[in-house]
């Protein structure tokens, strides 16, 4: 089984509002990513966790603040986005962080959260 | 640096068509090699992988050869489907730094017409 769970599937918030999405894997993986994908865009990295501790960061707002409260469960709080945070947030998870050549990298990814921020 | 590119879309073809997808890349070392696709209004789904020099990655009928002497990946199939329509994302994972560090193409979107 590769799934990757993703909640809720759609959200709408306003500016001043504070919300968080959730992910859950259950397939033992120890790396788990949050991707912002643009309309007909390739998804960005946002944030990586290795064993539960924030491995890479690419520079993101502090307005969007990740957790990872265990191995199997990745969150991302929200909180004062703009208008040009809407986009389709992905999470992703992979055994391991490794370097290329084994199956260790293959990511798999959930279906989504469609975030609009009015 | 890494870097992925991909044939321009849109690609529109008719339902059994032959489909190639060009894909080509840039890495230092050995890089994994991907193909994922993502459906409207979904996800990303992997589609095929090669981790190796003249491996071949298959599924649903798709197929993708790792040519290293070519820095290539195309993605085939022999015969589309309407459901085939989706946008394709060729990616690499580089084979000598960790971080398992995704670099995407820019995607390719395929309509299947009946």
């Known amino acids: 089984d590769t799934e990757v769970t993703q909640t809720p599937k759609h959200l709408v918030m306003g500016m001043t509002n504070k919300k968080s999405l959730k992910c859950e894997q259950h397939?033992?993986?120890?790396?788990m990513y949050w991707y912002k994908q643009k309309a007909k865009k390739p998804p960005e990295l946002m944030f990586v966790y290795s064993y539960e501790k924030l491995s890479i960061n690419e520079s993101v707002p502090s307005r969007f603040s990740p957790e990872c409260p265990n191995s199997s469960l990745l969150n991302l709080h929200l909180h004062a986005l703009q208008p040009e945070d809407s986009a389709l947030y992905l999470c992703?998870?992979?055994?391991?962080?490794?370097?290329?050549?084994?199956?260790?990298?293959?990511?798999?990814f959930g279906p989504g959260t469609r975030l609009t921020v009015l | 640096g890494n870097s992925v590119t991909q044939m321009e879309g849109p690609v529109t073809l008719s339902e059994e068509a032959f489909l190639t997808i060009n894909c080509t890349y840039t890495a230092t070392g050995y890089p994994s090699l991907f193909w994922y696709v993502q459906y409207p209004g979904e996800g990303l789904q992997l589609l095929l992988k090669a981790t190796k020099a003249d491996d071949k990655g298959s599924n649903k009928g798709f197929e993708a050869t790792y040519r290293k002497e070519t820095t290539s990946f195309h993605l085939e199939k022999g015969s589309v489907q309407v459901s085939d329509s989706a946008v394709y994302f060729c990616?690499?994972?580089?084979?000598?730094?960790?971080?398992?560090?995704?670099?995407f193409g820019e995607g390719t979107q395929l309509t299947v017409n009946p």
């Open positions: 990616a690499l994972i580089p084979g000598q730094t960790s971080g398992s560090r995704l670099t």
């Open positions: 992703a998870s992979s055994p391991r962080l490794t370097s290329g050549g084994i199956s260790g990298d293959t990511q798999y």
């Open positions: 397939m033992g993986h120890r790396a």
